[in-house]
């Protein structure tokens, strides 16, 4: 089986998305094992960065050979990047093909359910395309995810969310439907958000700015 891990977050393979997408891969196993079970699929993948309007003409191709798709991009405004929905109208136009569909969406709030509404976005567009909706996961906190490359997804602050991406890779193997799963960092909330303040300050004073600066009008 073919699976296609399309990296839609406009910071392309330094981001987030990226990590995830790398992440889910590592759950599932590729080629040929004496140990895989019979029902399971041995896959093998494809990466396509979609951090443009317009996906070029050879992944189109890539795309088409796919059996499943699993997108992944930041969460924008409880939608999908601008530039993805017109990867998703392209694709709705030049693939014909039935494919299977999951997505992981990340956000920069603390709290994962914030990215429900982006999820039905995938699941009412594969209706409209006639694709299989396999069901994705919402992480919350992913403005530290990116900050945490040394952390393992098997324990820790970041167990949750690497449970989230192993029922993506599980549903992968089964060639299954899976409930979309929510997750967010292993630590409080009051946490999160000082980390964050104090990462918007720093950022302003490397940019010669004064903490002052951040709240203007």
């Keep these: 089986m073919k699976v296609a891990l399309i990296n839609a977050s406009p910071r392309g393979k330094v981001s987030t998305s990226a990590l995830l997408l790398k992440t889910i891969k590592s759950y599932t196993p590729t080629g040929y094992s004496e140990n895989t079970a019979k029902s399971e699929a041995n896959i093998d993948f494809v990466e396509i960065q979609a951090n443009k309007e317009k996906l070029a003409a050879e992944q189109i191709q890539k795309l088409k050979q ?34 299977r569909v999951h997505a992981v969406i990340n956000c920069g709030f603390y709290e994962a359910a914030h990215n429900k509404t982006a999820l039905r976005i995938y699941e009412n567009w594969c209706k409209r395309c006639g694709y299989k909706w396999c069901g994705g996961a919402g992480i919350g906190g992913g403005g530290a995810i990116g900050f945490m490359t ?18 993506i890779a599980h549903s992968l193997q089964m060639q299954s439907e899976m409930e979309n799963a929510f997750a967010t960092m292993g630590f409080p909330r009051f946490i999160y958000i000082l980390c964050a303040h104090h990462g918007w300050k720093k950022t302003a004073k490397e940019n010669g700015l004064k903490t002052k600066d951040l709240y203007r009008k």
């Design 66 to 99: 796919a059996d499943t798709w699993v997108f992944a991009n930041p969460l924008y405004i409880d939608s999908l990047p601008g530039h993805l929905l017109s990867v998703l109208e392209q694709l709705q136009e030049e693939c014909r093909e039935s494919h």
């Design 150 to 167: 040394s952390v393992p997804f098997d324990k820790g602050p970041l167990k949750a969310i690497g449970k989230a991406l192993e029922k």
